[in-house]
Structure formats: structure tokens, C-alpha cells
């Protein structure tokens, strides 16, 4: 069962950046994160949860949300088996907890924003950003 641990939440004043990470918990064959797809939601107060943005295993084939293309970047470092999600440009608006989720299967397009395509999730981390 693969869990996946997010990092890098924190308070940022507007303008400025993080980068997020999304790991597995225990490194098996099982719960290898470079065999998955990967892609990172948010979910504001009172909100439903926006998908942002994901990558291929390869991590050559990335899609992104309208409203983070060009802000946002995607990664993954297959060496450290971690993905990441580098946010410049932070609003007060990007504020909410982020979570990263995996797939077995990429889903390109808009598909691949859809959480429901997602069986793995973490537990999300905190990103505030004050004006």
C-alpha cells in the first residue's frame, strides 16, 4: 500500500515562493513513487479541492491548471524517489492545504486533475500566504 508523506508547507508572504514535496512513506518495489503518476490538489476553506497540476512516471509529460500555469512547476527527482511542486508568485488566494495523490495509470489532460483518478493520497501540508 503505497502512503505518501507531502513537506515544505509553511507561511510565505505574497510574492514569494515554496516548493512542495510529496514522497512515500517506506521505500518498497510496492510503493516505489517512480512507478506512479503524481499530481498535487489543494483544498481552501469552504472549498472543493482543485487539482493543480501532475506528471508522468517519466516525468516528461506534465499538465497544469489554468490557474497556476506559468506560477507553478512540477517535478519529480527519480533519484530521491520525491516529487515536487515549486510555487512562485504566491497569493493570499493559493492558500489552503495542499496534497499530493498517485496513480498507477497517467491521465492526461484534464483527466489527470480529477481526484477521483486517484487512489493514493497524503495528508496534505499547509501553505498560507499572507498579503
Known amino acids: 500500500q503505497l502512503q505518501l508523506v507531502e513537506s515544505g508547507g509553511g507561511l510565505v508572504q505574497a510574492g514569494g515562493s515554496l516548493r512542495l514535496s510529496c514522497a512515500a512513506s517506506?521505500?518498497?518495489?510496492?510503493?516505489?513513487?517512480?512507478?506512479?503518476?503524481v499530481a498535487w490538489f489543494r483544498q481552501a476553506p469552504g472549498k472543493e479541492r482543485e487539482g493543480l497540476s501532475c506528471v508522468h512516471r517519466s516525468g516528461g509529460t506534465t499538465d497544469y491548471s489554468s490557474s497556476v500555469q506559468g506560477r507553478f512547476t512540477i517535478s519529480r527527482d527519480k533519484a530521491k524517489h520525491t516529487v515536487y511542486l515549486q510555487m512562485n508568485s504566491l497569493k493570499p488566494e493559493d492558500t489552503a492545504v495542499y496534497y499530493c495523490?498517485?496513480?498507477?495509470?497517467?491521465?492526461?489532460?484534464?483527466?489527470?486533475?480529477?481526484?477521483?483518478?486517484?487512489?493514493?493520497w497524503g495528508q496534505g501540508t499547509q501553505v498560507t500566504v499572507s498579503s
Open positions: 517506506e521505500f518498497t518495489l510496492q510503493s516505489d513513487l517512480n512507478n506512479y503518476a
Open positions: 495523490a498517485a496513480s498507477p495509470t497517467y491521465y492526461s489532460g484534464s483527466d489527470c486533475l480529477k481526484e477521483t483518478n486517484y487512489p493514493y
